[in-house]
């Protein structure tokens, strides 16, 4: 079955724990990227990568790292975490240039206390 | 970089009724845009796209309008359903580049 796999799912974790989401997509899409989703503010992009050792910052990198060593993961890593990043996280892959379908993943609920 | 806004952020209908969410978009390059539905606790997924050379395409009850002179688009719900309740949110997207740019999101809620 084609899809895109995230984990955690829920994670509670304290300021300044460092911390890692995994994303995994299995339909050799070249293009992942991560997202956060706030009431009244959409899903903002915080990095993307169009492909292997390929990464950019999204709209609202500040507070992330992300990797891309294999096409199939793209994990999304916070060096610090603070309580502003308490936040619903998808991870979402396609397979080209404009006008292609984005597979989200199922989620990823953060809340840094 | 492109703006996309999304009206209304909320939306109560009767059931039967007919909702409609609106979207604004400012890069003129941009020419797919898609409609993402968010059920609560799911994950976005699309459920019908527009590009740029057509102007309105449906499937069963909803339907994507696409007025590339205003730079808006619209989704129209007819005959609405308890399951039609979720959060939609509009994209733009240009053809020659990768990026989504999501419009903040519409809570529709059906009434029984």
């Known amino acids: 079955e084609a899809q895109v796999t995230q984990n955690p799912r829920y994670l509670i974790t304290v300021t300044g724990k460092k911390l890692t989401v995994t994303c995994s997509q299995n339909?050799?899409?070249?293009?992942m990227s991560w997202y956060r989703q706030d009431p009244g503010l959409g899903l903002r992009q915080i990095y993307y990568s169009m492909n292997v050792e390929v990464t950019d910052k999204g709209d609202v990198p500040e507070g992330y790292k992300v990797s891309r060593k294999e096409k199939r993961n793209f994990p999304l890593i916070l060096e610090s975490p603070s309580p502003n990043q308490t936040s619903l996280y998808f991870c979402?892959?396609?397979?080209?240039?404009?006008?292609?379908?984005?597979?989200f993943g199922q989620g990823t609920r953060l809340t840094v206390v | 970089g492109e703006n996309v806004e999304q009206h209304p952020s909320t939306l109560s209908v009767q059931e039967g009724d007919s909702a409609v969410i609106k979207c604004t978009y400012s890069d003129s390059a941009s020419n797919y845009f898609p409609w993402y539905k968010q059920e609560l606790g799911k994950r976005p997924q699309l459920i019908i796209d527009?590009?740029?050379?057509?102007g309105e395409k449906k499937d069963q009850r909803i339907a994507v309008t696409l007025n590339k002179t205003a730079k808006h688009f619209s989704l129209h719900i007819t005959e609405t359903q308890p399951e039609d309740s979720a959060v939609y949110f509009c994209a733009a997207q240009r053809s020659n580049d990768y990026k989504l740019s999501f419009g903040a999101g519409t809570t529709v809620t059906v009434r029984a």
């Open positions: 527009i590009r740029s050379n057509v």
């Open positions: 979402a892959s396609s397979s080209g240039l404009g006008n292609t379908e984005a597979f």
């Open positions: 339909m050799n899409h070249e293009y």
